[in-house]
């Protein structure tokens, strides 16, 4: 249900894109825009009802090769933004191309003259890393049917300073009933707004942000290697493996290794865990994806018995984690990180493990352990109420608020792009807080 709820919401938004793809300029509000936000939203609560159930993990066809879910959630998020972007951009040049004075251009019948700049009376420039770009109010001569010519100001954005007797593109009456005009540098990008279609350079544009996309799904989607590796060292007799009972929740510091420059690759950060015990009476911990609750998936495995495998290395630190994998004696298992280095207080146990001398013991196929919880009121809550102003927004947008009103049109556009972020943000910072009262137990 969920992954069909899901692929819904998925096919709306690709619909999204379609529309405005076809029609780049056009009328609003419009109803097409609006009925594939109303598809999208409608599966995307139906998949948020259905994420509200917790749930065991499903068995895998390739589980002893595949990387368990979490452990991709970080990359699945920027994919995702990365996808919505596409749609988000394509609206706002859509939303402020449609003008009332494009409007009131095309019904007093439109035409497409290259005219000469009469006068020019101010330029500014906007300068960035890759591009500058340079804003003039000129005056310009328009063909008129009734009068042979008549002078118009507008303003236009050319890649140069324009300079008196430059050539630019206008679109204006052919009647002169509407004396004004929308000038460009670009024939395609006004003939664009004429045929309702994006222009040749927006084209390469999306073309550009679509190869980047699939190129960044193509490094979320792949099959993980943890296990792999594991196996790897398993063969050569490099892994240890400790004999472990499941003990509880708790939350700590997770650091992955260093790679080969010596820098980490990743930022040290709070995460989830699963305390184990050994029969020595010491104590190890299996970190956990961010994502996941280990009070209830503690709860579910409270005295399981297991094999922790896991590879020390030679120069190993305190406070450095290694990759892990936890298999439960019914075959069950769970990937993770485990310190690397002996603890702080030698008194305190976590032994290093002995050596492995037979294969890992995961059956085919095996299933990850459950029971895990997609969605968590208590961390997710904040971000969703970002999440929903950010597609009224869209919303709001596609329904005509923004036409003839600049400041309503720009306060909605930020409120859609900031909204997943702040979401994100506050996501994020709840389950801060929360795991920081898991370590404080």
Not at 350 to 358: D, F, M
Not at 414 to 439: D, E, K, V
């Amino acid at each position: 249900m969920a992954s069909s709820a899901s692929a819904v919401s998925w096919a709306g938004v690709a619909a999204f894109v379609v529309c405005l793809l076809v029609r780049k300029v056009a009328p609003y509000p419009r109803w097409d825009l609006l009925a594939c936000l109303a598809v999208s939203g409608g599966a995307t609560v139906a998949w948020w009802r259905v994420a509200r159930r917790p749930t065991g993990a499903r068995p895998e066809k390739r589980a002893g090769h595949a990387r368990w879910w979490p452990g991709r959630r970080g990359g699945l998020v920027a994919l995702a933004l990365t996808i919505l972007a596409m749609p988000l951009l394509l609206l706002m040049t859509s939303a402020a191309a449609t003008t009332p004075e494009l409007a009131a251009i095309v019904h007093g019948g439109p035409v497409l003259s290259c005219v000469t700049v009469q006068e020019i009376h101010s330029t500014s420039h906007n300068q960035s890393r890759n591009f500058t770009e340079y804003t003039s109010t000129v005056s310009v001569a328009l063909p008129d049917g009734r009068r042979g010519t008549h002078l118009t100001t507008e303003s236009v954005t050319t890649s140069h300073p324009l300079k008196k007797g430059d050539r630019v593109w206008a679109l204006h009456s052919s009647t002169g009933a509407t004396p004004g005009a929308i000038l460009s540098p670009s024939h395609d990008e006004l003939h664009s707004l004429l045929n309702g279609r994006v222009s040749a350079y927006e084209a390469v544009l999306l073309a550009l942000w679509g190869c980047f996309t699939a190129a960044l799904a193509a490094l979320d989607l792949r099959e993980g290697t943890s296990l792999r590796h594991l196996n790897a060292d398993l063969a050569a007799g490099r892994s240890h493996m400790l004999r472990v009972r499941i003990a509880g929740p708790a939350a700590g510091f997770h650091f992955p290794y260093p790679g080969r420059t010596g820098k980490p690759t990743r930022r040290r950060q709070l995460s989830p865990s699963l305390r184990l015990t050994s029969p020595d009476g010491g104590s190890r911990d299996l970190f956990l994806d961010r994502c996941l609750d280990p009070v209830p998936l503690a709860e579910a495995l409270d005295g399981l018995q297991g094999w922790l495998y896991w590879t020390p290395r030679p120069n190993g630190q305190l406070g450095w984690t290694e990759p892990a994998v936890l298999v439960l004696d019914d075959g069950r298992y769970a990937l993770g990180a485990t310190p690397d280095g002996p603890p702080p207080d030698a008194n305190a146990g976590a032994p290093l493990g002995e050596p492995v001398t037979h294969p890992l013991p995961s059956p085919k196929p095996a299933r990850a352990v459950g029971p895990y919880i997609l969605w968590q009121p208590h961390i997710h809550k904040p971000g969703v109420i970002a999440f929903g102003f950010a597609f009224l927004s869209v919303c709001l947008i596609a329904a005509g608020i923004g036409y003839g009103n600049s400041t309503a049109l720009g306060t909605c556009l930020a409120t859609a792009a900031l909204g997943p972020i702040i979401g994100l943000l506050l996501i994020g910072r709840q389950r801060t807080r929360y795991l920081g009262s898991l370590q404080g137990e």
